[in-house]
């Protein structure tokens, strides 16, 4: 079973910036949207391997996109 981390992010605009970044990048993700066990309002998240956090983070402070938490490991 693979574990999970979630980033969110402050806005809509950083969330799809993010999508953008990683494109072009060989590192799986995907948007979903924020789960009910860390946030109860409505929101974008952007869900990766843990194994892969620390990478991702790296790619997108790099490119200035705001990241408002980190979460997780969760099991799928």
Do not use: H, Q, W
Request: aromatic share 10%; hydrophobic share 35%; net charge positive.
């Amino acid at each position: 079973m693979e574990n999970y981390c979630y980033l969110t992010f402050s806005t809509t605009y950083f969330a799809l910036r993010s999508e953008a970044l990683l494109r072009e990048t060989t590192l799986p993700f995907k948007l979903v949207p924020v789960p009910r066990s860390i946030s109860s309002s409505c929101g974008t998240a952007l869900r990766c391997s843990c194994t892969d956090l620390a990478t991702i983070r790296e790619t997108l402070e790099r490119s200035r996109v705001i990241i408002e938490g980190s979460y997780g490991p969760f099991d799928r």
